[in-house]
């Protein structure tokens, strides 16, 4: 597509439950990143994917997190027992130029009640 | 330890007005500099990056950015504000090596008045 994808948009969920968001970067991009954004405060770097390898994965807050991208494109981030300190806006980003060229998707909120 | 700081959360200025958006880091490696905009229902958009060479940089609405070492800032300004240009601003910086793994400030909001 012409930009960076994440679906859903919106996702409400209860306290422990499993949510799956998804990212469908620029065609071509070989780099994709996870950053997420609470309320007020700038994004936070989670991973990064360099083809199917997570090349740096020190962002993810524990292991209630994880993330794949199997075929070098779409990748998925997972997130398991949610709680509510999880509530935020989850970004994606992908690339191809210099590093930190980065092109963003408009994220998907999370609210975990 | 590495951080960025937008000293100012929310900035008001009068259209035509002048504007300054203040970016300090600390960094340990040599970094690379970047603003990027958030708009409402837009996803973030680079502005403006300095990787090296000439301290000053252009972007393409108005606006400039220069990087003072000695500093450690990366502030960006603009000689005469447009209400189009109200939104959310952060700073971010990077490193060779970690793709584009940044640390972002938490974002200065401008808002324009008439």
């Known amino acids: 597509g012409a930009g960076v994808s994440q679906t859903p948009s919106n996702k409400v969920t209860e306290k422990g439950k499993y949510v799956e968001l998804r990212c469908d970067p620029i065609?071509?991009?070989?780099?994709l990143y996870w950053y997420r954004q609470s309320l007020g405060q700038g994004p936070e770097f989670l991973i990064y994917f360099q083809g199917t390898g997570a090349a740096d994965d020190s962002g993810l807050p524990n292991d209630r997190f994880f993330a794949v991208r199997p075929e070098g494109s779409v990748s998925t981030l997972k997130i398991q027992r949610t709680e509510r300190g999880d509530s935020a806006v989850y970004l994606c980003a992908s690339s191809a130029l210099a590093p930190g060229e980065l092109f963003f998707g408009e994220g998907s909120r999370l609210t975990v009640l | 330890a590495q951080s960025v700081t937008q000293p100012d959360i929310h900035i008001t200025v009068s259209e035509g007005a002048s504007l300054e958006l203040r970016c300090n880091y600390s960094y340990g490696a040599t970094p690379y500099l970047f603003w990027y905009v958030q708009s409402p229902g837009q996803g973030l958009q680079l502005l403006l990056k300095y990787f090296s060479g000439d301290t000053l940089v252009q972007g393409i609405t108005g606006f400039e950015a220069e990087f003072k070492r000695s500093q450690s800032s990366f502030n960006r300004r603009k000689p005469s504000v447009h209400w189009s240009d109200a939104a959310e601003y952060f700073c971010a910086v990077g490193t060779r090596g970690q793709g584009g793994k940044l640390i972002f400030g938490q974002g200065t909001e401008l808002s324009v008045k008439p």
């Open positions: 065609s071509g991009h070989t780099a």
